[in-house]
């Protein structure tokens, strides 16, 4: 951009695979077919926590047609995403958690015999008691949904005091308490899961599957199937949307691996979509508590943050996400000392897991609205108090998170600006209000899920003698350009076409182990190994096209596709000729990339949460048209700056960025993973049509700033954009609500029932607020006491 | 099994399926269209959006023998030869498609929408499209493409502004 | 992939055809329009016909003019009807699904459109999660458990409107011909929510001339399309001069059938509309509105916009007039 003399880097380029997106030829997983292909079809629970009593297919195994039946019998090795929560069994064993828990796997010659099979499976079941709530697992220790966990139905339970809080407190001018309550919800990839295996008369097992993390499957595949890793090949297809719902082995993956293994054929399932909301995974239902000491002018002298996430009824990524609730608090504002206490409760719902942002929309979503009634409180604006208390660049936290580059500053001041927020905020008329709020991501955890010293990411590049360039990285495409990234990184540092490097992502068996696309991690990351490799051929071809064109080395440019010396541009060859004279001294010209995130400060119990190599930063004000008659909220703008380090693609950030405004938008207003409280804690609404994704009509415009604070750590100074934008849209959109009709919902979603509650509230001189009143007794453990590094 | 006559992205095709088949499943599985893909089956997320006689339909609710001797078209028409449409130019250069799943369906009916109406508002563009999710784009790299495109197949030379591509400075 | 079950499938004609076709396949025919109805109810296994009769390819069903609107004009044809023909059809069209459903569904298709409910509108495996409902396979009304009747709720747009202008559908059956008020096509029960027999075929419409009268049609939901109605208010008045001499308050999406509410239409008589007649309108509507907790939305909330819509659909139509 501004300033840049980079040829690829930064500029709007379609991406590497745009044109077979725009003309259909990209082929998802469901899109794949392979003669003799068998069709498989789970058969879910219809009961939420029940035992197995008796499993009877012999009618189904019967129906012409069927070639296999599986159940949990045939695979009762557990597995799970996280080593500490192998909670999970690809068809359940002898107990169902929830309604659409997998219980037996059909494969047979049309999808509609498998349906029917299906149907045939009679199940006897014994029900237990069951937990539609955290609230109601905290309460009640038996029966347990899982026999382990660290209390009853409680999986998790974290205590972490940085400092002595309490003390701080009383060094407050202002303490204030608030309660607040996100309800959960899902990604809603417009992809339904599919899954394709097929197991050679060799012994060896293909799965091409819809899946972010295509390491973590076939390390599950190798686990409960009992096969040599060698001998597996997992090839992630394409992602028809991701968002986190697709990070996580799935119960789909193993059962057609493993029916492909017993009937000799290939075998493929696309889940329903109703079977989309029982993979779920995602954001948990968390109710909090947020205490803050606050100095006169808006200094922080103390926090004390609760967090109650309703996990469901798996592990999943559950411990991170509980850990995650507290980790980022400390990262925006200065938190002298502080304190988070977290737990997460098993219940009879579909498992709950990583969504875009991870845990850290709902404390975010609780934390900026409480600083914006803070600021209120001390009558100050809330972009001032924001501004005045900014975490330093280059910076350790109190929980030893060490801050790098630190754009938000930057981000307010745009906002401000551009919404002219001071012509606005408190000056509208009565039904129209702005609010703002921040946040902050991680780019990438520090570390990885199964703790081990590799790299997280890792590349191989390929030189052709014909000029070409083959990248191989185990990176994941969901929609987010990963694979546009590594080839506008290895374009930028050997001076090629982007276009003209072929791009091999995502096959266990042909590119190096990448963890997968989460926690925003693939451009800082793969970015940095593929820079690593780029650098290295270039360093190869440098050397041999120096001594060619008799220059030293260090003159030698690589630019427009030549190699070329930048003394004399006429004096040099093309980039093909450059691989062939490497090629002719050296033989094949290959080199390896790889990538480590630095050694995170922080030692305590928990601190492998949080820490990462870079932070973004986004700052976000919302206008909002609240009827007052019925409590409906519109959004006609949003306004947001995102400091991501370094645009790659300048076009594509944007695109993260609207995206996830666009989900936040959804998250704000409607979106609710919703159950029935009177009839077997079944979904309410597991469909396209009731459960509400905003369509164009309820979209707002964006306006977006990218601002570049380019971060030491990431590649050409990137860091993450694809998940934080998303944070700060729920609680700007709380805080304008309340600026344009003087109420407060402090909950997720805003619907317009609880607006028009809390303004009845208001005029009937109650304080105008809807949300939780209560965050119940936790049996916490002696917390974890690390102080601070300014007092230790 | 009827066969069932049927003019597919210009080409006049004869296909053999139970009547039972709806015309997604006659695009993707007997001819082998898997252009057009499919989000719930029900007719709740516009994902399988095809033209049939020209106007944006829900392929997943119309059988396949309720389309005989009718043109049906598909993403994989919408190309010629070396050249792509110019929606598909234009959803290609400004990201458009991120997971590029909905996109066959937005294309489909952003063309109905320019044919019907050449210069379309934004406003023109939101309704025509509000059959079709997309959890993606927040909906608009796709308006601003749809924009780009109309403009330029009524012959403009346009370019996308700036902020497009780049931001707000 | 949710699939359609196997069936056979027919495609008459002539009327006589159809009628022929459905009484040699006794209960296990259907008639269908384009089946976007139809067919997500047979993916999800709450209807099971081995045998599909198309009344698309019978030109009665899409004859049209200004007062007669055959029962097959897709709903996209129908928005952008004739001037002539009362607009409040054509906006009540338009508000119906998504355009892509709207240039396949028929005018017919949701007048006859199944009542909803969020115990029902779920797949066959969820409905065994809740031991189904006695619209299909079980014995109970889970909305109101002690109730001996069902209450899926009526969620077409069309049809509230039809109610309230005193439209008349035309039916042909095996006993021939007969004209049916709209008001008296619908019942007020989730199961035998229409009069219509099964093997009548519903033909045309019959709009009334447009001699003074006046509608408007407001629907409430969450998003601006896909939604059915959790609340539909048409709201027809003849005017007499600057006096209403008559006028019909009907809510959709509120109970099994377009209700129509007499009390709201009573106080407007003889009046002037204005901000007090309008909001005494509305309280009377208020009172007898009484949605159940079975779709989008919580049902105190619905029934206090009962309130807020009908005032609007009745100061639009105050607008219109001044």
Same mark, same amino acid.
């Given at each position: 951009?501004?300033?840049?003399?980079?040829?690829?880097?930064?500029?709007?380029l379609r991406k590497v695979d745009a044109v077979a997106k725009v003309t259909g030829a990209t082929r998802f997983a469901d899109d794949l077919a392979l003669p003799r292909m068998l069709y498989a079809k789970l058969l879910r629970?219809?009961?939420?926590?029940?035992?197995?009593?008796?499993?009877?297919?012999?009618?189904?195994?019967?129906?012409?047609?069927?070639r296999a039946?599986l159940?949990?019998?045939?695979l009762?090795?557990?597995f799970g995403i996280l080593?500490?929560?192998?909670?999970e069994h690809a068809l359940?064993?002898?107990?169902?958690?929830?309604?659409g828990?997998p219980?037996?796997a059909v494969a047979a010659t049309s999808e509609e015999i498998a349906t029917?099979?299906a149907?045939?499976?009679?199940?006897?079941?014994?029900?237990?008691?069951?937990?539609?709530?955290?609230?109601?697992?905290?309460?009640?220790?038996?029966?347990?949904?899982?026999?382990?966990?660290?209390?009853?139905?409680?999986?998790?339970?974290?205590?972490?005091?940085?400092?002595?809080?309490?003390?701080?407190?009383?060094?407050?001018?202002?303490?204030?308490?608030?309660?607040?309550?996100?309800?959960?919800?899902t990604h809603l990839p417009m992809e339904q899961h599919a899954a394709l295996a097929t197991y050679a008369p060799d012994g060896k097992l293909t799965l091409w599957s819809s899946t972010q993390t295509p390491h973590y499957v076939h390390r599950a595949l190798a686990n409960v199937l009992?096969l040599p890793p060698a001998r597996i090949r997992v090839i992630a297809t394409p992602n028809g949307g991701g968002f986190g719902g697709k990070s996580d082995p799935f119960s789909h993956e193993i059962a057609v691996a493993k029916l492909a293994m017993v009937t000799g054929r290939p075998v493929k399932i696309t889940l329903t979509r109703e079977e989309v909301f029982y993979c779920h995974r995602g954001r948990?239902?968390?109710?909090?508590?947020?205490?803050?000491?606050?100095?006169?002018?808006?200094?922080?002298?103390?926090?004390?943050?609760?967090?109650?996430?309703?996990?469901?009824?798996y592990?999943s990524y559950?411990?991170?996400?509980?850990?995650?609730?507290?980790?980022?608090?400390?990262?925006?504002?200065?938190?002298?000392?502080?304190?988070?206490?977290?737990?997460?409760?098993?219940?009879?719902?579909a498992p709950c897991g990583p969504k875009r942002g991870h845990?850290?929309?709902?404390?975010?979503?609780?934390?900026?609205?409480?600083?914006?009634?803070?600021?209120?409180?001390?009558?100050?604006?809330?972009?001032?108090?924001?501004?005045?208390?900014?975490?330093?660049?280059?910076?350790?936290?109190?929980?030893?998170?060490?801050?790098?580059?630190?754009?938000?500053?930057?981000?307010?001041?745009?906002?401000?600006?551009?919404?002219?927020?001071?012509?606005?905020?408190?000056?509208?008329?009565?039904?129209?209000?702005?609010?703002?709020?921040?946040?902050?991501?991680?780019?990438g955890a520090?570390?990885p899920i199964y703790?081990?010293?590799?790299p997280h990411s890792g590349v191989q590049l390929k030189?052709?003698?014909?000029?070409g360039v083959t990248v191989f990285c185990g990176s994941t495409e969901i929609g987010q350009g990963s694979d546009s990234i590594l080839a506008y990184i290895v374009a930028?540092?050997?001076?090629?076409?982007p276009f003209h490097i072929a791009i091999v992502t995502a096959d266990t068996e042909l590119t190096p182990v990448d963890l997968g696309s989460y926690s925003s991690r693939v451009t800082l990351m793969s970015g940095?190994a593929a820079?690593?490799a780029?650098?290295?051929?270039?360093?190869?071809?440098?050397?041999?096209?120096?001594?060619?064109?008799?220059?030293?080395?260090?003159?030698?440019?690589?630019?427009?596709?030549?190699?070329?010396?930048?003394?004399?541009?006429?004096?040099?060859?093309?980039?093909?000729?450059?691989?062939?004279?490497?090629?002719?001294?050296?033989?094949?010209?290959?080199?390896v990339g790889s990538y480590?995130?630095?050694?995170?400060?922080?030692?305590?119990?928990?601190?492998?949460?949080?820490?990462?190599?870079?932070?973004?930063?986004?700052?976000?004000?919302?206008?909002?048209?609240?009827?007052?008659?019925?409590?409906?909220?519109?959004?006609?703008?949003?306004?947001?700056?995102?400091?991501?380090?370094?645009?790659i693609n300048?076009a594509a950030a944007?695109g993260q960025?609207e995206g996830s405004?666009y989900m936040?938008?959804?998250?704000?207003?409607?979106?609710?993973?919703?159950?029935?409280?009177?009839?077997?804690?079944?979904?309410?609404?597991p469909s396209l049509?009731?459960y509400?994704s905003?369509?164009?009509?309820?979209?707002?415009?964006?306006?977006?700033?990218?601002?570049?604070?380019?971060?030491?750590?990431?590649?050409?100074?990137?860091?993450e954009v694809g998940q934080?934008?998303l944070?700060?849209?729920?609680?700007?959109?709380?805080?304008?609500?309340?600026?344009?009709?003087?109420?407060?919902?402090?909950?997720?979603?805003?619907?317009?029932?609880?607006?028009?509650?809390?303004?009845?509230?208001?005029?009937?001189?109650?304080?105008?607020?809807?949300?939780?009143?209560?965050?119940?007794?936790?049996?916490?453990?002696?917390?974890?006491?690390?102080?601070?590094?300014?007092?230790? | 099994?009827?066969?069932?006559?049927?003019?597919v992205n210009?080409?006049?095709?004869?296909?053999?399926?139970?009547?039972?088949k709806t015309l997604l499943e006659v695009l993707r599985e007997d001819l082998g269209l898997t252009g057009t893909k499919h989000g719930c089956e029900l007719?709740e997320c516009g994902t399988c959006t095809v033209?049939?006689?020209?106007?944006?339909?829900l392929s997943c609710?119309?059988?396949?023998?309720?389309?005989?001797?009718? &043109?049906? $078209?598909t993403v994989e028409g919408m190309a010629? =030869?070396?050249?792509l449409h110019?929606l598909q130019?234009?959803f290609a250069d400004l990201g458009a498609a991120q997971c590029g799943y909905c996109t066959p369906a937005f294309l489909l009916a952003?063309?109905?929408?320019?044919?019907?109406?050449?210069?379309?508002?934004?406003?023109?563009?939101?309704?025509?499209?509000?059959?079709n999710l997309c959890r993606c784009t927040g909906y608009?790299k796709i308006?601003?493409a749809?924009?780009?495109? &109309?403009? $330029?197949?009524?012959?403009?030379?346009?370019? =996308?502004?700036?902020?497009?591509?780049?931001?707000?400075? | 992939m949710l699939r359609?079950?196997?069936?056979?499938?027919?495609?008459?004609?002539?009327?006589?055809?159809?009628?022929?076709?459905?009484?040699?396949?006794?209960?296990?025919?259907?008639?269908?329009?384009?089946?976007?109805?139809?067919?997500?109810?047979?993916k999800?296994?709450?209807?099971?016909?081995?045998?599909?009769?198309?009344?698309?390819?019978?030109?009665?069903?899409?004859?049209?003019?200004?007062?007669?609107?055959?029962?097959?004009?897709?709903?996209?044809?129908?928005?952008?009807?004739?001037?002539?023909?009362?607009?409040?059809?054509?906006?009540?069209?338009?508000?119906?699904?998504?355009?892509?459903?709207?240039?396949?569904?028929?005018?017919?298709?949701?007048?006859?459109?199944?009542?909803?409910?969020?115990?029902?509108?779920?797949?066959?495996?969820?409905?065994?999660?809740?031991?189904?409902?006695?619209?299909?396979?079980?014995?109970?009304?889970?909305?109101?458990?002690?109730?001996?009747?069902?209450?899926?709720?009526?969620?077409?747009?069309?049809?509230?409107?039809?109610?309230?202008?005193?439209?008349?559908?035309?039916?042909?059956?095996?006993?021939?011909?007969?004209?049916?008020?709209?008001?008296?096509?619908?019942?007020?029960?989730?199961?035998?929510?229409?009069?219509?027999?099964?093997?009548?075929?519903?033909?045309?419409?019959?709009?009334?001339?447009?001699?003074?009268?006046?509608?408007?049609?407001?629907?409430?939901?969450?998003?601006?399309?896909?939604?059915?109605?959790?609340?539909?208010?048409?709201?027809?008045?003849?005017?007499?001069?600057?006096?209403?001499?008559?006028?019909?308050?009907?809510?959709?999406?509120?109970?099994?059938?377009?209700?129509?509410?007499?009390?709201?239409?009573?106080?407007?008589?003889?009046?002037?509309?204005?901000?007090?007649?309008?909001?005494?309108?509305?309280?009377?509507?208020?009172?007898?509105?009484?949605?159940?907790?079975?779709?989008?939305?919580?049902?105190?909330?619905?029934?206090?916009?009962?309130?807020?819509?009908?005032?609007?659909?009745?100061?639009?139509?105050?607008?219109?007039?001044?």
């Amino acid at each position: 951009m501004a300033g840049s003399n980079h040829r690829v880097i930064g500029k709007a380029l379609r991406k590497v695979d745009a044109v077979a997106k725009v003309t259909g030829a990209t082929r998802f997983a469901d899109d794949l077919a392979l003669p003799r292909m068998l069709y498989a079809k789970l058969l879910r629970s219809t009961q939420p926590h029940a035992r197995i009593l008796a499993i009877d297919v012999t009618a189904a195994a019967r129906l012409p047609g069927v070639r296999a039946v599986l159940t949990g019998r045939d695979l009762p090795i557990p597995f799970g995403i996280l080593p500490v929560s192998q909670d999970e069994h690809a068809l359940c064993l002898d107990k169902v958690r929830f309604i659409g828990d997998p219980v037996a796997a059909v494969a047979a010659t049309s999808e509609e015999i498998a349906t029917a099979a299906a149907e045939l499976i009679r199940v006897d079941y014994e029900p237990l008691r069951t937990f539609a709530s955290a609230e109601e697992a905290v309460a009640n220790a038996e029966p347990r949904i899982h026999d382990y966990g660290d209390r009853g139905n409680l999986h998790k339970i974290v205590d972490l005091e940085f400092g002595d809080v309490a003390e701080a407190f009383e060094h407050a001018d202002l303490v204030r308490e608030d309660l607040f309550f996100f309800e959960g919800n899902t990604h809603l990839p417009m992809e339904q899961h599919a899954a394709l295996a097929t197991y050679a008369p060799d012994g060896k097992l293909t799965l091409w599957s819809s899946t972010q993390t295509p390491h973590y499957v076939h390390r599950a595949l190798a686990n409960v199937l009992e096969l040599p890793p060698a001998r597996i090949r997992v090839i992630a297809t394409p992602n028809g949307g991701g968002f986190g719902g697709k990070s996580d082995p799935f119960s789909h993956e193993i059962a057609v691996a493993k029916l492909a293994m017993v009937t000799g054929r290939p075998v493929k399932i696309t889940l329903t979509r109703e079977e989309v909301f029982y993979c779920h995974r995602g954001r948990h239902p968390t109710l909090m508590s947020i205490k803050t000491g606050v100095k006169r002018d808006g200094s922080i002298t103390g926090m004390h943050f609760k967090s109650l996430l309703d996990g469901g009824a798996y592990g999943s990524y559950g411990v991170a996400s509980t850990y995650y609730t507290g980790a980022l608090q400390t990262v925006t504002y200065q938190v002298p000392r502080y304190r988070f206490q977290g737990a997460r409760a098993f219940t009879n719902k579909a498992p709950c897991g990583p969504k875009r942002g991870h845990g850290t929309p709902q404390p975010r979503f609780a934390l900026e609205v409480h600083v914006d009634k803070i600021a209120e409180q001390l009558g100050i604006d809330p972009a001032e108090l924001r501004l005045n208390t900014l975490v330093p660049r280059d910076s350790l936290t109190a929980n030893y998170l060490r801050v790098g580059s630190m754009g938000l500053g930057t981000c307010i001041e745009k906002v401000v600006q551009g919404s002219e927020w001071k012509k606005k905020f408190r000056k509208l008329p009565h039904g129209r209000g702005v609010g703002l709020a921040c946040s902050s991501y991680i780019s990438g955890a520090g570390l990885p899920i199964y703790w081990n010293n590799m790299p997280h990411s890792g590349v191989q590049l390929k030189c052709d003698r014909g000029g070409g360039v083959t990248v191989f990285c185990g990176s994941t495409e969901i929609g987010q350009g990963s694979d546009s990234i590594l080839a506008y990184i290895v374009a930028e540092v050997l001076g090629i076409d982007p276009f003209h490097i072929a791009i091999v992502t995502a096959d266990t068996e042909l590119t190096p182990v990448d963890l997968g696309s989460y926690s925003s991690r693939v451009t800082l990351m793969s970015g940095n190994a593929a820079l690593q490799a780029a650098e290295r051929a270039r360093e190869l071809l440098a050397l041999h096209a120096a001594r060619r064109l008799e220059i030293p080395g260090d003159r030698v440019v690589f630019a427009d596709g030549r190699v070329f010396d930048s003394r004399d541009p006429d004096t040099g060859m093309s980039f093909a000729e450059a691989v062939q004279h490497a090629e002719a001294a050296e033989g094949t010209v290959g080199t390896v990339g790889s990538y480590t995130p630095p050694m995170s400060p922080g030692k305590y119990r928990g601190a492998g949460v949080g820490p990462s190599p870079a932070y973004s930063y986004s700052a976000c004000v919302a206008e909002v048209d609240v009827d007052p008659a019925t409590g409906i909220v519109r959004v006609p703008t949003i306004w947001i700056a995102h400091d991501l380090g370094r645009a790659i693609n300048a076009a594509a950030a944007i695109g993260q960025v609207e995206g996830s405004v666009y989900m936040g938008l959804g998250e704000a207003l409607m979106e609710e993973m919703a159950y029935r409280g009177n009839r077997n804690v079944v979904h309410k609404i597991p469909s396209l049509l009731e459960y509400k994704s905003p369509t164009t009509l309820e979209m707002c415009d964006v306006v977006t700033y990218l601002i570049e604070d380019p971060d030491p750590n990431g590649p050409f100074g990137a860091k993450e954009v694809g998940q934080g934008p998303l944070l700060p849209v729920m609680p700007a959109v709380a805080n304008a609500v309340y600026d344009a009709v003087g109420v407060r919902v402090d909950e997720v979603p805003i619907t317009p029932e609880k607006v028009l509650k809390a303004l009845r509230g208001k005029g009937k001189g109650e304080a105008g607020r809807v949300g939780p009143t209560r965050f119940p007794d936790i049996p916490w453990p002696e917390p974890v006491r690390v102080p601070p590094p300014w007092e230790a | 099994m009827l066969t069932t006559p049927f003019v597919v992205n210009g080409e006049r095709v004869e296909v053999a399926f139970a009547p039972h088949k709806t015309l997604l499943e006659v695009l993707r599985e007997d001819l082998g269209l898997t252009g057009t893909k499919h989000g719930c089956e029900l007719g709740e997320c516009g994902t399988c959006t095809v033209l049939l006689d020209g106007l944006p339909v829900l392929s997943c609710l119309v059988l396949g023998v309720a389309c005989a001797n009718r &043109a049906i $078209r598909t993403v994989e028409g919408m190309a010629q =030869p070396g050249r792509l449409h110019p929606l598909q130019e234009t959803f290609a250069d400004l990201g458009a498609a991120q997971c590029g799943y909905c996109t066959p369906a937005f294309l489909l009916a952003a063309e109905a929408l320019i044919v019907a109406n050449p210069k379309p508002s934004r406003d023109d563009i939101k309704d025509a499209l509000a059959g079709n999710l997309c959890r993606c784009t927040g909906y608009i790299k796709i308006y601003e493409a749809v924009e780009l495109a &109309a403009a $330029r197949m009524r012959g403009e030379a346009a370019e =996308p502004a700036p902020e497009t591509l780049y931001g707000r400075k | 992939m949710l699939r359609l079950p196997a069936f056979a499938y027919l495609q008459p004609k002539t009327l006589a055809e159809a009628i022929a076709m459905k009484a040699d396949a006794g209960p296990s025919g259907m008639y269908v329009a384009v089946g976007t109805d139809l067919y997500p109810y047979m993916k999800r296994r709450h209807e099971d016909p081995t045998l599909v009769i198309s009344l698309m390819g019978i030109p009665d069903l899409r004859r049209a003019d200004d007062r007669v609107v055959g029962a097959g004009l897709t709903l996209t044809e129908l928005a952008v009807g004739p001037s002539a023909r009362p607009a409040v059809v054509a906006d009540a069209a338009r508000l119906v699904s998504t355009p892509l459903l709207r240039n396949m569904g028929t005018l017919g298709g949701n007048l006859c459109l199944d009542t909803r409910c969020n115990y029902y509108n779920q797949s066959y495996e969820w409905r065994k999660s809740i031991d189904f409902c006695m619209k299909k396979e079980g014995h109970i009304c889970w909305v109101a458990p002690s109730s001996p009747r069902c209450w899926a709720v009526s969620s077409s747009d069309i049809a509230p409107v039809m109610v309230a202008i005193g439209a008349e559908y035309r039916l042909v059956g095996p006993q021939g011909e007969r004209i049916v008020p709209a008001a008296r096509f619908y019942h007020n029960d989730g199961i035998n929510y229409l009069t219509k027999q099964p093997d009548e075929i519903l033909v045309d419409v019959r709009l009334p001339a447009p001699n003074g009268w006046d509608a408007a049609y407001h629907k409430l939901r969450r998003r601006g399309s896909f939604d059915f109605p959790v609340l539909g208010v048409a709201a027809w008045i003849r005017w007499d001069g600057t006096e209403v001499s008559d006028a019909k308050i009907v809510l959709g999406g509120v109970a099994s059938y377009p209700q129509e509410v007499p009390e709201a239409g009573a106080v407007l008589r003889g009046v002037t509309l204005g901000t007090a007649s309008i909001a005494a309108a509305a309280e009377a509507a208020y009172r007898p509105s009484k949605p159940m907790d079975n779709t989008d939305f919580d049902l105190s909330w619905r029934k206090q916009m009962t309130r807020v819509y009908v005032a609007r659909a009745l100061e639009e139509l105050r607008q219109r007039r001044v």
